[in-house]
Each structure stands twice: as C-alpha cells, then as structure tokens.
C-alpha cells in the first residue's frame, strides 16, 4: 500500500471530506473505470475498517442506493404523468375551413370545425382523453358589449362540442367559458359606462353561456373570467336545468395577471381594447389572495380547481392541494410557458423534449393531477415509448 493510496482511502471513508464527497457526486462510469486500480487496491485495505464505520456511523445520508436505477427513480414520484391527466387546448374559429399556424405560439393552429376530426383522430387513437375548447370568432360584427356570440347555437364552440361528442364518443369536452373572445371591448364581462366591469350582469350572462355548453354536451365546463360569485351562479343555473349530475365545473380559480398569456391572445383574439385584466386576474404576488379565491370557489360548488399560470406558481398549486384535499387540483401551463420553453430549447439552452418533462414534473410535484398543456400532442408520444 503506497502512502497516495493510504489517503485517498481515508478521504473515501471520511464522510466530512469535501472532495471526495463532490467527486462522488459527479462522478460517471469513465471516471469510476479510470480510478478502478486506485480505489481497489483502496478498498483492499479498507475491507475491514469499513464495518466499523457502517456500525458506528451515520448511515441515513447514504440515499444513492434508492434511485440508481431508472425505475426506482420513478418511485421516487408521488404522482407519475399519464396520458389521462392532459387536457389539450383548441382554438376553434367560425372560419369553417381554415388551419392557420399561430405565429407566437410554436405548432399551434386555429382550426375551422371542418378540420377538427381529421386532425384530432390520430391524437385521440394514441391516447388522448381531453380537449379544452376556446372559441375564435373572426367574422366582421360577430363582437358586441355583451358578447352576445358566445352562446350563438351556430357558433364555432356549440357545434364543436356537437360534433367531438358524436365523432369521438370517449374524449372528454372542456370548454373554456368567457366572455373575452366575444365582447367587442375585449374585456371578460359587461362594462359599466365608466368602463368597470359591472360582476353582477357578467356573472348572469356568464352563467348563460356555461349553461349553453353543457347543453349541448360539454362534459366540463371551466370558467375563466374570474368575475366574483360566477361559480355558485353555474352550479345553480345546472341544478334548475337538472344536468348538475353530469356536467363537471372547473373554476379557474387561482388566474394571475401578467405578461405570459401574449401567445393565448394572438391566438383567441382577445386582447383588451383599453386597459388590462388587473382588476379581476390576481396579482402576482398574491398568495393569500390566490388562497381565498380557491377557498371561496370550493365552497361555491367548484369540482375542479385550477390555477394558472403553472410553472411560476407552483407555490399556489401546492396551497390548491392542501385547501382542496378533496379535490383534483389542475394547471395551466399557459402559452407564454410553452413558447419560453421551445424559444430556449431553440437557442440551445437545453433539450425540449426533457425540460417539458421537467416542467410538468414540477407542476404535479407541487400537487396538480390534471396538466393543461400545448405539448400534448408530443406527450402522447413521448409517453407511448
Ligand atoms: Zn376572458
């Protein structure tokens, strides 16, 4: 035993030394196969010193072991991503024919209802359970103050949902319930003439508009407008209808203002014409706010509770899960999320497909079951391998 080995042998024993300790964690195979010779010759010698220090010493910081394997680091995971947890987001416009690619919003497109069924039949045969409908009315004068095309039986949502339900009989229909894509100001309720949102009428017409969805036979339907007291105005107006029993309420319950929905507005076309959301969408730095809001949606009649964005508030996930024990918590991750992400796997940052992974591991981490995402389509496949 030379004197080098000798202490390179103490410093592998030594659980206070530094540099092995750092070593040890970074170390890869050709690494370890470069040191082979030294540390067994090492290990020769310690072969009997090292029972002792196993006895005697601590050995609760020795977690290796428990996730070298691929799988046992999957154990590691109290939730694991499934296909039946991904709510895919369409944007379905009045332009019937149409497939058009929005620009900040990397594989998206906005489809007309003719190209529904050709391009959602491959998602839906290799495994996809859910979609979540936004509506785009592009047509000249179909906007108004009350967002009166919301509801229009003739609408793109309506008959979308009509026709997800009879040409794919096990996809689950969300359909987002706003009034944003259909006011001509732009804004996610009705307007006093000094440009506030008036909750009350908002709350009545939104009810409607949820209603209109579920009749026609949305599974979910999800409100997004954050008006006060809109949850509890759902639940009833589907109790009077009596199809309370089969129509899930989804409460957009934690909504943050902020600069990551620029995609989702190109996409819908629902910018504000003046002014902003922050009135009704939670300030950022709103963790207790955010806690009443669930709160009071939980006690409204919510189902499913969301919060939205995702990835920046993954704090507020955790607060849904433990407010709402008892129910699923969902999250959106939201377009500006996955426009970053594909923007910095572009720029060599890091790869895609594993940091979308990363992302949404994260997210259910925190406590979410339910992932609303753009990358569906890819996870559908990422997770058939
Ligand atoms: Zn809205």
Sequence with gaps: MSFSSLVQDLSLRDPNAPRRRGDASVSTIDDRASRTSHISRAMSYASTAATSVSISGDISSQLHGGYAHPLARSWQA?????????IYPLFVSDNDDEEVLIPSLPNQYRRGINRLVPFLEPLVHKGLRSVILFGVPLKPGTKDALG???????????RSIRLLRQRFPQLYITVDVCLCEYTSHGHCGILRDDGSLNNQLSVDRISDVALAYAKAGAHCV??????DGRIR??????????IVHRVTLMSYAAKFSGCLYGPFRDAAGSCPSFGD????QLPPGGRGLARRAIVRDINEGADIIMVKPASQYLDIISDAKELGKDLPVAAYQVSGEFAMIHAAAKAGVFDLKAMAFEATEGILRAGATIIISYFVPEFLDWLST
């Design 277 to 280: 959301r922050k009135c009704y």
């Design 78 to 86: 109290e939730r694991q991503l499934t296909k039946s947890m991904l």
């Design 222 to 227: 999800a409100p997004s407008d954050m008006n």
């Design 148 to 158: 009166t095309a919301a509801d229009d039986p003739e609408g793109p949502v309506i």
């Design 233 to 242: 105005a759902i639940k009833l107006k589907l109790i009077e209808e009596g």
